[in-house]
């Protein structure tokens, strides 16, 4: 039985002993990079099987409208493009199965790799396409609106907006430049500021500073979200927490979060180098991690564009990675 605390915990998760089933390729994660390494390496006869892990399909099975996918001209449902890539990936064979890692032994070839902590994997080369999950501020109402106004992603989402106000929750740089992108593309941007200053690099708060279209809210944190089904606006504390603390509204249309992503990197932190944030570093240019023979696509170790085609890209660069690495070594 899975137990979630194993991939919790900062202990190095145990693999489990036992016969092993032996794969050449095992890919983990079925998201848009886990299907294209699955297209790829099905199609280069590395009789590849996938985990799908406890999101099927991945992120954009929780979206509906995906309109910047090459090759839909009028758009398509997040989850009927993953069950189209699901199919692909069937067509040439890949052997696609419920489960999810919960152990990983790289320190050797073939890798180990525990499923639902009771069966053990052995693969000849290992593609990692786990993803990276968007953090929220853990109100019911960003559920409440999932969809109706709520997103993680401005470059995904921002379109949706165009002349409409917006607000950015967050600081740091990722927050300055979702700010600055939907500056370019809505009428007002509130940024959501819980400090009295930005932790974006410098020339990053200068750009913030000088759209004129960005308002900062500084010390500013959200209380709620409110909206007849769709968002319309937000209620904030000001000076939380201090003798003058109030409450405002500001009339939205969305709300957007940047307050950082979790790479679904844990259960191979102890063999991989992973960035201070937890992102799989790879190769530049290539999908090699420091582990020859463990390839890494995807937003897990994508900091910087975290989108479906660059997923699905790097995925197809994972696959190919692979089936040189078998050529050459096996
Ligand atoms: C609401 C929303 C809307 C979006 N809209 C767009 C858009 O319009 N356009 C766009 O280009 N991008 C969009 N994105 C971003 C896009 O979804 C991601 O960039 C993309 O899905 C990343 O693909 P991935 O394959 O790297 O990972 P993911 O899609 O995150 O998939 C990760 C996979 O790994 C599996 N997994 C994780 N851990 C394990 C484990 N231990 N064992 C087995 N499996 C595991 C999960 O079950 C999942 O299947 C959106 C994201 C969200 C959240």
């Not at 590395?46 to 799908?52: A, D, T």
């Not at 109100?139 to 995904?156: F, H, I, N, P, R």
């Not at 750009?207 to 968002?231: A, C, D, M, Y």
């Not at 191979?268 to 023979?293: A, C, M, Q, R």
Request: charged share 20%.
């Amino acid at each position: 039985m899975f137990n979630s605390l194993d991939l919790l915990s900062s202990q190095k998760p145990k693999t489990v002993t036992g016969e092993a089933e032996r794969v050449k390729c095992l890919i983990i994660g079925s998201g848009p990079a886990g299907y294209t390494a699955a297209i790829y390496a099905a199609r280069a006869n590395l009789n590849p099987v996938m985990f799908e892990g406890l999101q099927p399909g991945g992120q954009l099975t929780t979206t509906t409208e995906v309109e910047n996918f090459p090759g839909y001209p009028n758009g398509i449902t997040g989850p009927e493009l993953m069950e189209d890539l699901k199919k692909q990936a069937a067509r040439f064979g890949t052997d696609i199965r419920w489960g999810i890692a919960t152990a990983t032994d790289l320190s050797s070839r073939p890798f180990k790799i525990t499923i639902d902590s009771a069966k053990l994997i052995e693969a000849e080369v290992l593609i990692i396409a786990t993803g990276a999950t968007a953090q929220y501020l853990g109100l019911s109402d960003e559920q409440k609106y999932a969809g109706g106004g709520v997103s993680a992603c401005a470059t995904c989402d921002g379109f949706f907006y165009r002349k409409k106000d917006v607000a950015v929750v967050g600081g740091g740089d990722t927050a300055a430049e979702e700010a600055i992108y939907l500056a370019g593309l809505c009428n007002k941007v509130y940024m959501i500021v819980r400090r009295d200053e930005l932790r974006a690099s410098k020339v990053m708060q200068d750009r913030v500073i000088n759209t004129p279209n960005i308002e900062v809210l500084w010390k500013h944190q959200t209380k709620g979200i409110f909206g007849e089904g769709v968002v319309e606006g937000a209620e904030l504390y000001k000076n939380k927490g201090e003798a003058n603390e109030e409450i405002v509204k500001i009339k939205i249309d969305g709300f957007f979060l940047a307050i950082g992503h979790k790479p679904n990197s844990e259960i191979f932190s102890h063999y991989l180098e992973l960035d201070e944030v937890g992102y799989i570093k790879t190769i530049p240019g290539t999908s090699k991690t420091n582990v020859p023979g463990v390839f890494a696509c995807g937003d897990v170790q994508d900091p910087h564009y975290r989108q479906a085609i660059t997923a699905a890209g790097s995925g197809c660069m994972a696959a190919i990675d692979a089936e040189r690495f078998i050529s050459e070594h096996i």
